[in-house]
């Protein structure tokens, strides 16, 4: 399985950006997806989550600002990052929670894109 994230970008504070992540491979099913972000000499924390059924949970920093939204269709998950703030700068990383044709279940990361938001 393959993440392929995208719409990272340089945005002035209170802007806007959109996130996207296609998966693709012998992809079985997707549970659970997710975007995660590693800011310079941080760890990487979960930003935003969302089920297959579409329950979501959000870190407390982007409550309001963010919202997470897939397409089970086409096996991809998207992040609207609104009220951007200098502190969302960082590395976005998908995340899929995914089984293969084989059957087998693993967690699968994307590339990541960077956000870069400027004071």
């Known amino acids: 399985v393959q993440l392929q994230a995208s719409g990272g970008g340089l945005v002035q504070a209170g802007g806007s950006l959109r996130l996207s992540c296609a998966a693709s491979?012998?992809?079985?099913?997707?549970?659970?997806m997710g975007w995660y972000r590693q800011a310079p000499g941080k760890q990487r924390e979960l930003v935003a989550a969302?089920?297959?059924?579409?329950?979501?949970n959000y870190a407390d920093s982007v409550k309001g600002r963010f919202t997470i939204s897939r397409d089970n269709a086409k096996n991809t998950l998207y992040l609207q990052m609104n009220s951007l703030k200098p502190e969302d700068t960082a590395v976005y990383y998908c995340?899929?929670?995914?089984?293969?044709?084989?059957?087998?279940?693993?967690?699968?990361w994307g590339q990541g894109t960077l956000v870069t938001v400027s004071s």
């Open positions: 491979g012998s992809i079985f099913s997707i549970r659970g």
């Open positions: 969302i089920s297959r059924g579409g329950i979501t």
């Open positions: 995340n899929a929670d995914a089984t293969i044709v084989t059957m087998q279940t693993k967690d699968y």
